[in-house]
């Protein structure tokens, strides 16, 4: 089972950029397809990126254009650039892995990290 750590949230004004990591433990690390779904209260888990062994990429729609994922197998790191941040990107944002193609949904990944609050004030 791999484990993961989320870093890099924090309190930014619209328009801003972050950039969230997700570091892995496990040696398969490259096996993983790696995603980032986001929630905010009173909502469901939002899917935002997912990322797979050969680095093909997905988006949420409503993230697309403005958000990068990226994998850096050596540093067993998984990476989301967030450019022009909006307010309604708020959320506390989690990291996923798992075993077989990229996926949207929630429940198809095996292994989530406790997640980094992402503010974005008006």
């Known amino acids: 089972q791999v484990h993961l750590v989320e870093s890099g949230g924090g309190l930014v004004q619209t328009g801003d950029s972050l950039r969230l990591s997700c570091a892995a433990s496990?040696?398969?690390?490259?096996?993983?397809?790696m995603g980032w779904f986001r929630q905010s209260p009173g909502k469901e888990r939002e899917f935002v990126a997912a990322i797979n062994w050969s680095s093909g990429v997905l988006y949420g729609d409503s993230v697309k254009g403005r958000f990068t994922i990226s994998r850096d197998n050596a540093k067993n790191t998984v990476y989301l650039q967030m450019n022009n941040l909006r307010p309604g990107d708020t959320a506390v944002y989690y990291c996923a892995a798992r075993l077989g193609g990229s996926a949207w949904s929630a429940q198809a990944y095996d292994a989530w990290g406790q997640g980094t609050q992402v503010t974005v004030s008006s």
């Open positions: 496990g040696r398969t690390f490259s096996s993983y397809t």
